[in-house]
């Protein structure tokens, strides 16, 4: 039941000619799996519940078919290394290695659109723990997106002002999934989500 329920799910979020693939990535470390409403702060998420012993993997309902199997392999990647490296940062080199190795298969352009394939391909050199930290890869996803809303502020150079829920700040500097930035009013500094919309 629970293999039904996510081939439904996944069918109707990932590029078709990655879903057999997704789905042996399930098959081999099964997770309860879950499509969340749009989550300004992250992407996706992986959890582990040690009472149920249960894996669950979710991913924003928002995304567009190549970010969410971005998003969805991150994650599984996670999966993967939580048994045998849970007492390593969440990002570290196993995760990467981990996370390149799963994502190699995809790097294909029956999977990815060239813009994508090119920036992506860059990106799991070195995988950051987010990729909205990676600026190009962004802008090549964004160009995908069915919204024409603003711009992120992972969009934005470090020195950039914007405004963002009718104050102006100015983007100091990227850390992980969040860029630290200067209210111009107050003068204080912030952590702002770099997946947030901003003018």
Known sequence: MEKQFFVRLISRKVPESALAYCIQLFEEAPFHFKVSKKRTTKLGDYRFDPRAKSHTITVNEDLHPFQFLIT???????????????????????????????????LRPE??????????????????????????????LRKFDDDSGGITLAQLAINEEFSFRGRSFRKLEVKRTRALCLDLKDQKRYLVPLMVEIE
């Open 111 to 140: 999977v990815f659109p060239e813009p994508v394939l090119r920036a992506l391909a860059k990106h799991m050199k070195n995988p950051k723990a987010s990729a909205a930290a990676d600026i190009t890869l962004v802008n090549a």
């Open 72 to 106: 969805y392999i991150h994650e599984v990647a996670h999966r993967r290394v939580h048994e045998q490296y849970r007492k390593q940062a969440p990002h570290g080199p196993h995760w990467k290695n981990e996370f390149r190795k799963l994502m190699l298969p995809m």
